[in-house]
T-cell receptor, first 113, second 111 residues
Framework: KQEVTQIPAALSVPEGENLVLNCSFTDSAIYNLQWFRQDPGKGLTSLLLIQSSQREQTSGRLNASLDKSSGRSTLYIAASQPGDSATYLCATYSGGGADGLTFGKGTHLIIQP | SQTIHQWPATLVQPVGSPLSLECTVEGTSNPNLYWYRQAAGRGLQLLFYSVGIGQISSEVPQNLSASRPQDRQFILSSKKLLLSDSGFYLC??????????FGPGTRLTVT
């Protein structure tokens, strides 16, 4: 059974810093990996999707990488801003039709103004 | 563009009462649909998924059920709520690339 772990569980950094969030998974046979952002009391916003054949994806100040063989993904946030404060969730999809995502417990990020 | 709606946004129900949460998707046809639950201190847990009208698969045994009466409508129900049913319920849909998109969620408190 797939297990997804996110480290650190919480992170607080001053505005302007570059930072890296880590995600690891136990079963490398994934179809894709998705990074989400969740604001308090809200639903999930999809940030980046990486297919199993890809190594990285970029959107604005965000860059996500995927190393299937080692079971790791990282989310890099450049020039952090207070508006980036949120919980970031990593999830894997293993294929097999319409099975759901397996989520990590998230990294709670606070960007200090 | 596609949008996903959930209602109600919040709900407070007594133990033993029935439950009906609704999810609808606009702007796409024949989506895969999902119900997840996010409980305090726990990760997101898949409850049900559906690949088409009337086709429901359950991931976790519980006192909840799901139905898909129309292509873009997904309903989560219970006949008698338990305290442990409290949580944040999220509906999602996925397209061809199996990228999932989530609704705004329903906060359920069982008292």
């Amino acid at each position: 059974k797939q297990e997804v772990t996110q480290i650190p569980a919480a992170l607080s950094v001053p505005e302007g810093e570059n930072l890296v969030l880590n995600c690891s998974f136990t079963d490398s046979a994934i179809y894709n990996l998705q990074w989400f952002r969740q604001d308090p009391g809200k639903g999930l916003t999809s940030l980046l999707l990486i297919q199993s054949s890809q190594r990285e994806q970029t959107s604005g100040r965000l860059n996500a990488s995927l190393d299937k063989s080692s079971g790791r993904s990282t989310l890099y946030i450049a020039a952090s801003q207070p508006g980036d404060s949120a919980t970031y969730l990593c999830a894997t999809y293993s294929g097999g039709g319409a099975d759901g995502l397996t989520f990590g417990k998230g990294t709670h990020l606070i960007i200090q103004p | 563009s596609q949008t996903i709606h959930q209602w109600p946004a919040t709900l407070v129900q007594p133990v033993g009462s029935p439950l009906s949460l609704e999810c609808t998707v606009e702007g796409t046809s024949n989506p895969n649909l999902y119900w997840y639950r996010q409980a305090a201190g726990r990760g997101l847990q898949l409850l049900f998924y559906s690949v088409g009208i009337g086709q429901i698969s359950s991931e976790v045994p519980q006192n909840l059920s799901a139905s898909r009466p129309q292509d873009r409508q997904f309903i989560l129900s219970s006949k008698k709520l338990l305290l442990s049913d409290s949580g944040f319920y999220l509906c999602a849909w996925s397209g061809r690339r199996y990228e999932q998109y989530f609704g705004p969620g329903t906060r359920l408190t069982v008292t």
